[in-house]
């Protein structure tokens, strides 16, 4: 009976040992960078780090001033385009009336130099009416270029998440691309893990793994969704996405978090 027992044991031992565990890392799966896409000065900030937001929340707020002269000379040229359209339309049209009249007047009675000169008034009025409707056209997108710069005044927030790094605060001059916030989303987390080549063969998307974040004693199952190339080919590693039901417990992005690959096939049933 005693050597039943130590053979189990030793069975048990040389499976276990034949599993495999990994040291990860919680990421987010949605972490945005907000940057500005202007320059300008910082007139308002909404939140602070820590903030929970949610999609179209207010994050910041430049100074408008100048925007607002911009927004108001492109709409000012717009409206001008359109009336100076406006004039020369209506010119084209009594030139029109005047060369519709000469038509049905006597040939005896018509005036040749007369029709000539209807003609090439016809003919400016109609370059200059042409030329004055590609002016409308390209004030029209000029003045919808101002309305969209005008919208990123306020920065909102593409996403809900968590405000983990605010880089601005009330007067500072913001630059075109530079990062102003970072919102993470805390609610789709996955565990990152980096593995060699050697073990790639015991690895596969859709394989169900062991998870266990040892800082608040948090055990679950699961699920390889991705296995892709190290960014550095010199490392000769592999990064593995693995994601998993968080429930209810305090898990942030950052903490750290253990992998076993078990080398028995029971995980895939």
Known sequence: MK???????????????SDITLTGTVVSDGQKMIG??????????????????EREDDLYEME???????KSQADLMLEQSKIIVEYW????????????????????????????DLDAQAANVETMLESMQIMVKQANIKAKQMSSIYNYI??????AGVVVQRNIKVGDMIMPGMLTIMIVDTENLEIEVSISESIISKVKVGKKVPVHIPSIKYKTMGVIHAIVPDANPMTHKIK?????????DNIFPGMYAKVTIEDTPKDNK
Do not use: C
Request: hydrophobic share 45%; aromatic share 8%.
């Open 64 to 70: 408008s001033a100048e925007f607002d002269m911009m």
């Open 89 to 116: 339309r209506e010119k084209l049209r009594k030139v029109n009336v005047r060369r519709a009249k000469s038509k049905h007047t006597d040939v005896t009675e018509i005036d040749i130099a007369d029709m000539a």
């Open 154 to 159: 306020t920065m909102k927030a593409p996403s």
């Open 36 to 53: 500005s896409r202007y320059m300008g000065y910082v007139k308002k900030v909404f939140v602070r780090i820590g903030d929970k937001v």
């Open 3 to 17: 050597k039943i027992i130590i053979v189990a044991l030793l069975l048990n031992v040389w499976v276990q040992a």
């Open 240 to 248: 593995m996405r693995i994601r998993f039901d968080r429930g209810t």
